[in-house]
């Protein structure tokens, strides 16, 4: 007996879409390391590490995933 193979049909992934929220996520993660590495320049101990990973951690990724 001949055994029919069945192929999945793969899809085409899923483009990643631009929009006014990725572009507004991406500006203040931007805002937010500009002031977090000015900050830490000036020597502060506290805003400036919560403003760096406020950046790196939440606003980048989520104007890159969202």
Not at 14 to 31: D, E, R, S
Request: charged fraction near 10%.
């Amino acid at each position: 007996m001949a055994k029919k193979i069945l192929r999945k049909i793969s899809k085409p992934p899923v483009a990643l879409k631009f929009t006014k929220m990725n572009a507004m996520l991406g500006g203040a993660g931007l805002i937010c390391l500009a002031l977090g590495y000015g900050l830490l320049a000036q020597g502060s101990i506290t805003a400036a590490p919560l403003l760096l990973v406020l950046a790196y951690l939440v606003l980048l990724p989520m104007a890159i995933i969202k």
